[in-house]
């Protein structure tokens, strides 16, 4: 059994043995490389694979990117901080450590036309609050249909 099996012979066409876990690397791809610490290229690389196709995005904490190479939170720290200063990256840190950084790669470096924008971290948490605040009034709302009294009353917007 072969480790790398060879295309259908009579395809003119490249087929993706892996259709997920990989991007488009192109120009600017190849200029962060030279333009980059190792350590700071390993972490846009990451970021890379790992960012929404749509918007160039990823939100993660510097301990959940730590994780990932095996680097201290101070290392990726200062790797994070020259992506910000040579403008691969812009970075919308969260409100205190535990809450996540979003890493919006630059269209400069990011091959893919971006069919949304990123969100800051805190519109997220606002919309997951909203629809988590709908949800409880609807509940509320049924309940009350069957004569069962919740303690707080919706606030209707």
């Keep these: 059994m072969k480790n ?9 066409r490249l087929r993706l043995k892996e259709p997920v ?11 962060a490389l030279g333009l980059l610490s190792d350590g700071a290229f390993k972490l846009f690389a990451y970021l890379s694979l790992q ?14 990117l730590a994780a990932a190479p095996g680097k201290s939170k101070r290392i ?3 790797y994070v901080a020259e992506l910000e200063a040579k403008e691969i990256c812009k970075v919308r840190p969260g409100k205190n450590q ?23 971290i805190g519109e997220h948490l606002m919309i997951g609050e909203q629809f988590r605040d709908d949800v409880r009034c ?14 707080s009353p919706c606030n209707p917007a």
């Design 4 to 12: 790398n099996p060879e295309p259908p012979k009579g395809e003119g």
């Design 21 to 31: 876990g990989w991007f488009a690397a192109g120009d600017g791809f190849r200029s």
């Design 51 to 64: 960012a929404n196709r749509r918007t160039g995005c990823l939100a993660a904490t510097h301990k959940g």
């Design 76 to 78: 990726i720290g200062s």
């Design 98 to 120: 535990f809450t996540a950084t979003v890493y919006e790669i630059s269209d400069r470096y990011w091959p893919l036309f971006r069919v949304n924008l990123c969100l800051d």
């Design 138 to 151: 609807a509940a509320r709302l049924l309940f009350s249909f069957h004569g069962v009294s919740l303690s």
